[in-house]
């Protein structure tokens, strides 16, 4: 009893001192295994096993099974702009009003031989009709030219080419001139004074090409303008029906009429066309044959 009141009889701080050393005492035993150079001592060992017996026995979540080749898709590739080929477009262009490949022509130049034929008519008969009164054949050196469509002002010449063909000298008598456009400088005021573009387009021909093939026709001589510039220069009676006094020296222009043709074959190489045709005022009807090389 004396034992048991003196236990109790201790203070309070020296119970705290007692039970913090046992708690030392204990730490102290349980890191001793990592002392005698890091090998766990025995007393290590058995806690070890006892915290290892104390671990729940239930097994960790299988992890998830690792896909094959065989089962991964294969992503589709989404092609970029860079990647995607355009889709050529359709082929049927036409170079201007005149089939593709016109433009290859502008700049060309040939020449040859125009074998003219002539038939000429007058009027002097006794009831005043038409009559054929002679007719000639003969050859003349010729050029044609073609350029790129003309322009004017704000318009521009609706031919796959502008034309000029040349057979002769224009003064010469039998020579013939073919222009499919021209560019006229008129005033810049009309006759009510209103502003116009004194760069006045005018256009002679109607031509169509295609695939080596000229089709081309005059449609307007421009008579009303006063530049006539397609012409038969062919010589006339110094006095009408009076062929026996002589004909005007050098012959005389003669406007070639709307319907005349030129047709034939026309590439880069040569030339091969027909022109067949007559003059507005009756007088001289013609064809002719134009061969020519291009240079």
Sequence with gaps: MATMTAGRRVPAIVRSRLVAGVCTGL????????????????AATASASTLASAAPTSAPPASAPTPSVSDVPTPTPTPT??????????????????????????????SGTARISVHVYDYCTTD????????QTYSMNATLHLDRPRTGGDQSESNPFSMLFAAGNPAQAGAVSFWS???????????????????????????????????????DPHA???????????????????SDLGQMPGGFPHALA?????????????????????????VVAFTFTFDGTAS
């Design 27 to 42: 730490l102290c035993t349980s890191l001793a295994g990592c002392g005698n150079g890091g090998a766990p001592t025995a």
């Design 81 to 110: 702009p860079a990647t995607v080929e355009a889709t050529p477009a359709a082929s049927g262009e036409a170079a201007q009003a005149g089939g593709s490949g016109a433009s290859a022509l502008w700049g060309k130049a040939y």
């Design 128 to 135: 005043g009709s038409r009559r054929q009164a002679g007719s």
């Design 181 to 219: 456009s021209s560019v006229s400088t008129v005033s810049s005021r009309d006759l009510a004074g209103n502003y116009r573009d004194p760069n006045l387009l005018l256009t002679y021909w109607d031509i169509g090409w295609s695939d080596g093939r000229l089709n081309a026709r005059l449609t």
């Design 224 to 242: 009303r303008e006063a530049v006539v510039l397609n012409l038969l220069n062919w010589p006339g009676p110094l006095v009408a029906c009076r």
């Design 258 to 282: 709307a319907g005349t043709t030129f047709t034939g074959r026309l590439d880069g190489s040569g030339a091969s066309l027909t022109a067949e045709g007559s003059t507005t005022d009756g």
